[in-house]
């Protein structure tokens, strides 16, 4: 089993709904438990700032998956929830990254591990900072990393996400 760290993000229709969706449907992944989310953070959009605010976190996995696995279930589940990918940095229904998965290292078409972007994004960094609050996440330190973003604009809803406890297979199967 691998450890996975996912950033969560939306900010078009029920933003709120669809990360709870997204929290959910991981949770229903072979071979997978949610084991840690954070609090969901409204935060201002960076990058492309002619759009709504967003409501961004982050979810930790224990998975069997392998990362490139792990990637094309997101993707997945992005789509199911109604993602159309128009422009870079732009609004979006649903937004799954993969930000670490153990202490692994990637640069391949598909996949780059850690996610690229991540140390530079306050919106990413101060969620994590609340499941990691020694300031390293599986072998990777940021804590300088969000000191040296000097972004504001990241604030704590008053709302968590759910995990719901697995059930039984035959929960699933009806029987
Ligand atoms: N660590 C990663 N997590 C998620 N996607 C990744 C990762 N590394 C590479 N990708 C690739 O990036 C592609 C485009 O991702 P996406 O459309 O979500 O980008 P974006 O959300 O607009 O920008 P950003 O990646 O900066 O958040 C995906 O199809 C995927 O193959
Ligand atoms: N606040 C915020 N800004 C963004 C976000 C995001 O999730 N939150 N995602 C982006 C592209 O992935 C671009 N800008």
Known sequence: MADAVIGLGANLGDRLAALQGAV????????????????????????YAE?????????????????????????????AAGRVRRMQNGPRTLD???LLYDGAKCDDAELTLPHPRMLERAFVLVPLLELYPEGTALSLPFREALDKTGQSGVRKTGYRLAVSEPQPDSFHSGR
């Open 96 to 98: 799954l990254d993969l």
């Open 51 to 79: 759009q709504p605010t967003f409501y961004n976190g982050a979810a930790v996995l224990s998975t069997a998956l392998s990362p490139h696995a792990l990637l094309g279930a997101l993707l997945g589940i992005e789509a």
């Open 24 to 47: 959910d449907a991981l949770s229903l992944l072979p071979g997978t438990k949610v084991t840690k989310v954070s609090a969901v953070y409204e935060t201002d959009p960076v990058g």
